[in-house]
């Protein structure tokens, strides 16, 4: 007995060695850094501005950028929640006709935003903030009445908003509140005006302190390939 409890206190005394593991890493990520003069500018419009938006093709960082933001944000506990929206216009279809809870339905669309804040967060962390009401998905249809406080809002895909619908999403956002507008102009769905380009052309008509961040062809960084066939797309104005 007494050799048992020597042999225990000297392993007792031993100095504990704390290693890094995935888990750690995964929530303590590298600050996002810009692969472009137009990505710099968009995180630092991010940075200093309570309303962003960002314009241009795909694969230029657009939703990449918002989705790790939105991510650290939560993570640093500097607001209380996110807030993913987006309207439902391809094949002009409500929600309705899609089985499931009105989250289960729209998921599929919001994939490469929340995608990206589960690969910033870690999944574990990820899925304990969707049950704890820290990340939510709103569907358009559910937005009216609703007022978002201390908290991130990303309308993703704004092209695809009415004049109507966006005036009813500007108009919800309360206090301490960042909101980030994305969308491509030149891909809506629409056979209406977009209510993007309402507000494009308010902010700048009044002049209103909200920038508005636009990228080019140039700034593709998804692949080349990607670049090549919107480049091909533009050109052929299809």
């Not at 206090?175 to 809506?188: E, F, H, R």
């Amino acid at each position: 007995m007494k050799r048992r409890r020597a042999r225990l206190e000297l392993v007792d005394d031993r100095p504990i060695r704390v290693h890094r593991t995935r888990f750690e890493e995964e929530r303590n990520p590298p600050p996002i850094q810009p692969m472009t003069a137009r990505q710099a500018e968009y995180l630092e419009a991010l940075g200093s501005h309570p309303q962003v938006i960002v314009l241009g093709p795909a694969g230029t960082g657009k939703t990449y950028i918002a989705g790790t933001r939105a991510a650290d944000l939560l993570r640093q506990r500097r607001v209380a929640k996110v807030v993913i929206t987006r309207p439902n216009v391809p094949s002009g279809r409500s929600l309705g006709y899609f089985p499931g809870s009105l989250e289960e339905k729209i998921a599929p669309w919001v994939a490469p935003l929340t995608e990206t804040m589960k690969e910033r967060m870690g999944e574990g962390a990820f899925e304990i903030a969707v049950k704890a009401g820290d990340i939510e998905v709103v569907p358009f249809e559910v937005m009216r009445g609703r007022t978002f406080k201390n908290c991130l809002v990303i309308l993703d895909e704004a092209q695809n908003t009415t004049p109507a619908e966006i005036k009813m999403f500007l108009t919800r956002i309360g206090d301490d509140t960042q909101v980030i507008i994305n969308g491509d102009v030149s891909q809506t769905d629409l056979r209406e005006t977009s209510g993007l380009r309402t507000v494009i052309h308010l902010v700048k008509s009044r002049m209103m302190p909200i920038p508005i961040v636009e990228f080019g062809l140039d700034d593709i960084v998804r692949s080349g390939i990607c670049a090549e066939w919107v480049r091909a797309f533009e050109e052929a104005r299809v």
